[in-house]
């Protein structure tokens, strides 16, 4: 299936689109070949979500055409528009000194920020000074400060449902998908802002999206089914619009080391990936509506 449009991409990496890559399409997560986990004492082949799907993995480099219908243009928004480029040299700098990439576990991580106060507070100030000019005068908040094992297919994982004291090889991932809470609708997730992830790790990272907004894959999906009768919802959208359209493709984004992305979550389906990665992924996210 061609690539329609729909969200664009603001790219703004040094290696342009060296980095982007498309497939054909995505499966069911019980028709692919899944990886074991093998770190720290760990070795596990991760479950998913019953629904869950993954994308296939026949990926190639865009063609120009697909270039040309992905590349955004100046009429580019925060809810329409995936955003990906490189750290300032200075924020970089001081995120370094912090000395994170060596880390085993997230408890380790955040022992490494306790421990640097100064350096803590210098990367503070250069976040701001980082983020104030594209946040487009609307407040912006810290999130998290993430870390996902390696050579894990998918990172987004519910535990809400998990007996207490769950451990890790428990967890179900729920392939791509869209955020949202109960205050949103399929028609209301482009209001909701978008998020900053910036990879602290010492690998690459995936970033996958589908380049449609919530509102497109309902419209396409009125053209299968009774959308009503199906009581679509955006917590039940991602499994009907993969079963449906199993060769929309996938869109997939390396994301080096200090370089960050900005991606409408609510409003598109997406996942991040460690596959083939060794190391702690280490990722820190932000909260607003920014726009490069």
């Given at each position: 299936?061609?690539l ?7 790219n703004?990496f040094?290696?342009g ?9 995505t ?8 990886e074991?986990v093998?770190?720290q004492?760990?070795?596990f082949?991760p479950l998913?979500?019953d ?5 296939k993995?026949?990926?190639?480099s865009?063609s120009s055409?697909e270039i040309n219908?992905?590349?955004a243009?100046e009429?580019?928004k ?9 750290l ?11 000395e994170l990439v060596?880390s085993?576990n997230?408890?380790?991580v955040?022992?490494?920020f306790?421990?640097?106060p100064?350096?803590v507070?210098s990367?503070s100030?250069e976040?701001q000074h980082?983020l104030?000019p594209?946040?487009?005068?609307k ?8 870390a ?5 297919e998918?990172?987004a ?11 890790v090889?428990?967890?179900?991932y729920?392939g ?7 205050f949103?609708t399929l028609h209301t997730?482009y ?19 589908v ?12 053209k299968?089914?009774d959308?009503k009768?199906h009581?679509?919802t955006i917590?039940n ?8 359209f199993?060769?929309?493709p996938?869109?997939?984004i ?8 900005i991606?409408?979550?609510d409003?598109a ?10 190391a ?5 996210v932000?909260f607003?509506?920014?726009r490069?």
């Open positions: 299936m061609d329609k449009s729909g969200i664009r991409l603001h703004l040094t290696d689109y060296d980095s982007v890559f498309i497939n054909s399409g499966l069911p997560y019980r028709e692919q070949a899944l074991k093998d770190f004492g760990m070795n082949t998913f979500e629904d869950a799907y993954l994308p993995r026949d990926w190639r865009l055409n219908r992905l590349q243009d009429n580019r925060e809810y329409n528009t995936i955003y990906v480029g490189d300032p040299g200075n924020l970089k700098e001081s995120l370094q000194k912090l060596d085993k997230r408890e380790e955040m022992k490494r306790n421990a640097n100064e350096v507070q990367v100030a976040i980082f104030s594209i946040s487009n005068n407040p912006f908040h810290f999130h998290c400060i993430a996902n094992l390696p050579n894990l998918m990172v994982c519910d535990i809400t449902r998990l007996r207490p004291n769950f451990t090889p428990e967890k179900r729920i791509l998908h869209n955020d949202g809470t109960q949103m997730t209001k909701f802002g978008n998020r900053i992830t910036i990879n602290l790790g010492k690998q690459t990272r995936i970033f996958y999206f380049n449609l907004t919530m509102i497109q894959a309902l419209n396409m999906l009125k299968k089914i959308v009768k009581q679509l917590y959208i991602p499994a009907y619009f993969f079963k449906y199993p060769d929309y996938v869109i997939k390396l994301q080096k080391p200090y370089q960050y992305y991606a409408p979550t409003n389906f997406h996942d991040g990936s460690t596959l083939g990665n060794t702690l992924d280490i990722n820190m932000y607003g509506a920014f490069c």
